[in-house]
């Protein structure tokens, strides 16, 4: 049972360049949550997806976008990365019942240069 | 967005010494969860609570949920070299809010 698997694990790029992380669950779980993760700021939401087929923008929304491409798939695309894009992206997920916790992936460490 | 107070940032302490967190909200929320980060991984989940009061343990921690629904405590009895890492609490009221992290170091 893998639970939350996000890929790639690590990335550079560069200013101005485009790129999607992707994750996937095997928990059957219908909601699903992007999360970026920097220092001093614990973990902040960037977009969530309650069900399949509905998308909801977090905390920090701006120069991102999402796709539940199904029930067990939630994509992140940055259209044109900048530096301060530079972080830690996780996703989670979890079951549909109010308030049940939710269950991280690895992460994916992204650098912007 | 919603601010949960953690504290303290970090802590050194001794092998064998027990650890006292917590975390504090100027909002009510339903559920109190906390969360071990290893480096290089994902929070893993420790303990949930889901009712006012609510005492749980896992093995040698314990959280609670504090009365009020503003705060919630997590206490690591007699610390070993694997505690190490950064503990998060999160509390949801339809969605849900993470603290900045307790960073642990234990000094065997």
């Known amino acids: 049972n893998a639970g939350v698997t996000q890929t790639p694990k690590f990335q550079v790029l560069k200013t101005g360049q485009s790129m999607t992380l992707q994750c996937a669950q095997d928990?059957?779980?219908?909601?699903m949550y992007w999360y970026r993760q920097d220092p001093g700021m614990g973990l902040r939401l960037i977009y969530y997806s309650a069900s399949e087929g509905t998308t909801d923008k977090g905390e920090v929304p701006n120069g991102y976008n999402v796709s539940r491409l199904n029930k067990r798939e939630f994509s992140l695309r940055l259209e044109s990365a900048a530096p301060s894009q530079t972080s830690v992206y996780f996703c989670?997920?979890?079951?549909?019942?109010?308030?049940?916790?939710?269950?991280f992936g690895d992460g994916t460490r992204l650098s912007i240069l | 967005g919603q601010q949960l107070n953690q504290s303290p940032q970090s802590m050194f302490i001794q092998e064998g010494e027990d650890v006292s967190m917590n975390c504090t909200s100027s909002?009510?929320?339903?559920?109190w969860l906390w969360y071990k980060q290893d480096p290089g991984e994902g929070p893993v989940l420790l303990i949930a609570l889901y009712k006012a009061g609510e005492l749980t343990s896992n093995g040698r921690l314990t959280a609670q949920f504090g009365i009020t629904r503003k705060d919630s405590f997590l206490n690591i009895s007699a610390s070993i070299p694997s505690d190490v890492g950064i503990y998060f609490c999160a509390g949801a009221h339809n969605q849900f809010y993470f603290g900045t992290g307790t960073s642990l170091t234990v000094i065997p």
């Open positions: 989670a997920s979890r079951a549909l019942h109010s308030n049940q916790p939710q269950h």
């Open positions: 909002s009510i929320f339903n559920t």
């Open positions: 928990m059957n779980h219908n909601s």
